[in-house]
Structure formats: structure tokens, C-alpha cells
């Protein structure tokens, strides 16, 4: 229904010259539709409190709200041309008026949790790229035929926002790291298999795809995510809107990606802060911090200042590390994770991640490591396995799924959730007893076997005959020329008997 309306306004910001790829497409957009959500938002509140005999007070001045600037109406309800600001005087308004007014809500809030605060934060870091006042009308005016009524209109919305998420992956430059394959995320989430009145944190949000699953998955009685649950209570939907979902993003275009997306996901007022996860010293984490389940896929091959290593015991440059770290101490006791990393943090021989690996075994039951076949990351280079955890127990014994989809991934044939359908049902099965996990592709290994002098947890299938090492190319230059010495000394020999 919305599909056609997406491609129009990619379209026309295709054509301006202030917006160059997918991931300007999606910035400007995101703004415009957070704009006429809150509107809509609150012609609803407005409604339902006039039922109630009650007046509803705006968070948006009259002259601010969409319905006044963006999309005004005459009498009959239709889109009125004559009082709609174009060309210069929209750009004047938009870029002189309405974002400075916007941007001054985050001074304005009581605090960071309230919608006010997270739309002065959204305001002060994105910018209106649009250089045409007459590019700028036309995209509003297709905006503003979507609408956030019934839940099957939410529920496309919140479809097409995710396929806008992934072409900023497709589309190069930084915007892979903003997603997550989404049947990955869902494997994960049924495995740690989260409870209403549970809280579920990611300190790397990036598009905040990982709490969007959690929720659907709390939420919806069926795949298609048309139907809540029918168990759900007022008290329920409450947690869940209110005290469920944490987030934190360091990047300014992350985070108005990770609010809309939540928001198009049903959660209204998302808790997610803009600040970097990293620059908070470990020892100023409270319980009162700590989370349930934590669910993330934090950023890897970066590199953090000397000032910020400090915050970690285990100091290293590795961003990923830094991030671990962070998630074991944000875990509650009994809390459980999935995070996604990179494969070589099973096997690194440096001192951060040998302490890293031992700290994790010590302290925690990893329980479960999934290896993920190169391609699952579109545009990635690495390979990457998930670590499925409990906090405060030491761990035993870990068992592990190799995924073989038996195909080269790429854009045309992504990883999907019957290739995950195997590893979720097997991984069930070996928490209750180890040797009904075991497959081809599955195994167990017992942490007291492994060397204590490196903790090296490499993925080696014990199913699979090892394959014969390639040799170093100087390595056969040396053998042929030996062979060719032999060959040369048998023939001087049979020449002295001829």
C-alpha cells in the first residue's frame, strides 16, 4: 500500500543535489516521518481526551505542527495548495524556524527519557539536506499520505523503514553497520528466548534492530505481526512501552535511525541514548544498571583512544573487546546474552584477548557459540560467530554449531530463517542434555580440555576430516628443485652404464 510511496520520495531526493546515497535518503526521511508520526500521535491523544472531557495539551506549538506547515488542509479536508509554504519560503521556515525551535526541546526537557528531550536530541544532530524548497514540498506531500493508524499500516511501515535500513547496508560506505540480518537476530532472540518484565539492553544500537525483534517477539501472537498476544495485559503493554527496551548510540544518524525504527515498531517513547557506550567507566556500573538480557552486535576493527581504554581492565585498542567487556558488566547475575563478534576473537594470541577469553569462561557459562559462514554480513570482509552467556557461573562446557547453508550468500540469496531453523532447534535440545545437540555440523567441547595457557576456543568440527594444509609456495620451489637434483644424479648413473 506505502511501497509506491517510498520509491516516489527516494525519487525526488535521488534528483536533488543535497542528497547523494541511501543513507541520505533514509536521514531526510527519517526526519519527515517522526515529524508526521508525532503529529498524528497527538491528533489521537487530542481526540481521546476530548471523549474523556478532558483537554489534551500539545508538545508541538500550533505553528511547528505538521498539520500547519507540511500538510495544511482547507475545509473539505483536502491538501490546501494556497497557504502551503514552497521553493524559498519552506527552506526559509524549515531551516530558519522549525529545526532551531525543534532543537531547543532538549534544553526545554525535564529529563532524557522523556519524548520532548528525544526530540530536541533527534534536532540537534540531523540537518536538512534537501537544497530544493520545491524537492522539499513534493517529499512532504508524499509523506503525508502515510498514515500510523491501524496496526497493518504500522506494520508495512515498520517493513519498508527496515528495507530503507538494509539498502544503506547494500548501498557502501559506513552503512553496513547499521544492519544486522534480521533472520540472525531472530535465531538469537528465540534462543535467549527473553520474558515481559525482563529488561533487554544493547550498548551498540546501530538501527536498533535487535530490541525491534525482542519486541515483536514479545508482542505478537503470529509471524505476520498483525495480532498481539492475546495473554498480553494493560500492565504488559506498559512494561513493554515503558521499562523493557534500553538502547545506547554513539553515531548521530544511528540513533534518529534506532527512534524511528523502534517507534514504527510500536514502541512510542524509546529509551535510547545518544552518548558513547564506551567513555563510562566500568567501576560507576551500579546494579541498579544492570540488565536481564542483553542483545547486541557491537562495532569491530575500530580503534578507541588511550583515555577511553582506561575505563576497561583489559585494555585494548579493539572496539569490540571494549564492548564485551562492557556487556559482561551490564549483565545482572543469572542475565543472559547473545553478541555477535569476530571469529578470531576464539582464537587471538594477544594478552587482551586470551585475559578476555578466561575472564569469560570464569565468570560466565558460555553455553553456545554459533559460526557464521562468510556472507552473512553483506560487504563485510570477516567472519563472525555469535556468543550465546549466562552471567555468574563458570562455564563447563560449550557447544558449538557450525552453519553451513550450502550456498555462496550475497545480495540475491541472503541468509534467511530456514537456514537458522536447524541450529535454534538443535541448541534446544543440547541445553537439556549435550549429546542430543550433536549433528554433523554441532559438538560439544569440555573447557577442562582446553590449553589454560591461551583459552583458545577455535571452531574446529571434529565431524570433518581435516583438510591437507596447502604448502607455502617456497616450500614447493624447494621441493622441485630437490626432486630435479635426484633426477639429475639418476640419469649421470645410468649414462656411466651405458
Excluded at 75 to 92: P, R, V
Excluded at 420 to 438: D, H, P, R, T, Y
Excluded at 470 to 494: G, M, N, T, Y
Aim: glycine letters at 6%; hydrophobic letters at 35%.
Amino acid at each position: 500500500m506505502f511501497e509506491q510511496v517510498f520509491k516516489n520520495v527516494d525519487d525526488i531526493f535521488h534528483k536533488d543535489a543535497g542528497c547523494s546515497s541511501e543513507l541520505d535518503y533514509t536521514e531526510q526521511s527519517s526526519w519527515m516521518l517522526f515529524l508526521k508520526y508525532l503529529d498524528d500521535l497527538e491528533y489521537t491523544k487530542s481526540q481521546e481526551a476530548e471523549m474523556m472531557m478532558e483537554t489534551y495539551e500539545y508538545i508541538i506549538d500550533k505553528q511547528f505542527r505538521w498539520s500547519e506547515w507540511a500538510a495544511p488542509k482547507d475545509a473539505d479536508g483536502k491538501f490546501d495548495h494556497n497557504n502551503a509554504l514552497t521553493g524559498d519560503d519552506l527552506m526559509d521556515f524549515v531551516d530558519g524556524q522549525l529545526f532551531p525551535y525543534l532543537k531547543g526541546f532538549k534544553q526545554r526537557a525535564d529529563n532524557a527519557n522523556t519524548i520532548e528531550y528525544k526530540i530536541g536530541e533527534i534536532f540537534s544532530e540531523i540537518k536538512n539536506k534537501i537544497q530544493s524548497g520545491y524537492s522539499l514540498r513534493d517529499a512532504l506531500e508524499k509523506i503525508d499520505s502515510l498514515r500510523f493508524r491501524s496496526q497493518q499500516e504500522k506494520h508495512e511501515l515498520s517493513h519498508l523503514y527496515e528495507a530503507k535500513i538494509k539498502n544503506m547496508g547494500n548501498a557502501g560506505r559506513n552503512g553496513g553497520e547499521y544492519y544486522t540480518p534480521r533472520p540472525l537476530i531472530r535465531a538469537m532472540v528465540d534462543v535467549v528466548q527473553p520474558q515481559i518484565g525482563e529488561t533487554i539492553y544493547d550498548g551498540a544500537a546501530g538501527s536498533a534492530g535487535f530490541l525491534c525483534e525482542a519486541f515483536d517477539y514479545l508482542y505478537y501472537e503470529d509471524e505476520k505481526k498483525l495480532k498481539p498476544k492475546s495473554s498480553l495485559s494493560t500492565s504488559d503493554r506498559e512494561t513493554l512501552q515503558n521499562s523493557t527496551f534500553y538502547a545506547k548510540e554513539k553515531k548521530s544518524l544511528a540513533y534518529v535511525i534506532a527512534i524511528m525504527n523502534m517507534i514504527l515498531h510500536g514502541i512510542e517513547a524509546p529509551n535510547v541514548l545518544h552518548t558513547n557506550t564506551l567513555s563510562e567507566n566500568l567501576q560507576d556500573i551500579q546494579p541498579s544498571n544492570q540488565h536481564d538480557i542483553i542483545l547486541a552486535n557491537p562495532p569491530f576493527g575500530g580503534k578507541e583512544r588511550k583515555e577511553v581504554q582506561e575505563n576497561f581492565p583489559i585494555q585494548t585498542g579493539e572496539t569490540a573487546f571494549l564492548f564485551l567487556q562492557h556487556f559482561i558488566k551490564m549483565l545482572k547475575p543469572g542475565g543472559r546474552a547473545a553478541i555477535v563478534i569476530k571469529n578470531t576473537f576464539l582464537s587471538n594470541t594477544d594478552n587482551a584477548a586470551i585475559k578476555l577469553r578466561k575472564e569469560l569462561l570464569e565468570n560466565c557459562n558460555l553455553h553456545t557459540v554459533l559460526d557464521c559462514p562468510g556472507g552473512t554480513f553483506l560487504g563485510a570482509g570477516v567472519k563472525t560467530v555469535v556468543l550465546f552467556f549466562t552471567k555468574g557461573e563458570p562455564t563447563l562446557n560449550t557447544w558449538f554449531y557450525e552453519l553451513n547453508v550450502g550456498r555462496n550468500m550475497g545480495k540475491t540469496n541472503p541468509l534467511n530463517d530456514k537456514d537458522l531453523e536447524e541450529f535454534v532447534e538443535l541448541q534446544k535440545a543440547a541445553m537439556s542434555n549435550l549429546e542430543k545437540g550433536s549433528s554433523e555440523k554441532s559438538w560439544a567441547l569440555a573447557i577442562g580440555d582446553i590449553d589454560e595457557s591461551t583459552y583458545d576456543l577455535s571452531v574446529k568440527n571434529p565431524n570433518v576430516e581435516e583438510a591437507v594444509p596447502l604448502r607455502e609456495p617456497k616450500v614447493i620451489i624447494e621441493d622441485i628443485i630437490a626432486l630435479d637434483k635426484e633426477s639429475e644424479a639418476i640419469l649421470v648413473k645410468i649414462q656411466e652404464l651405458l
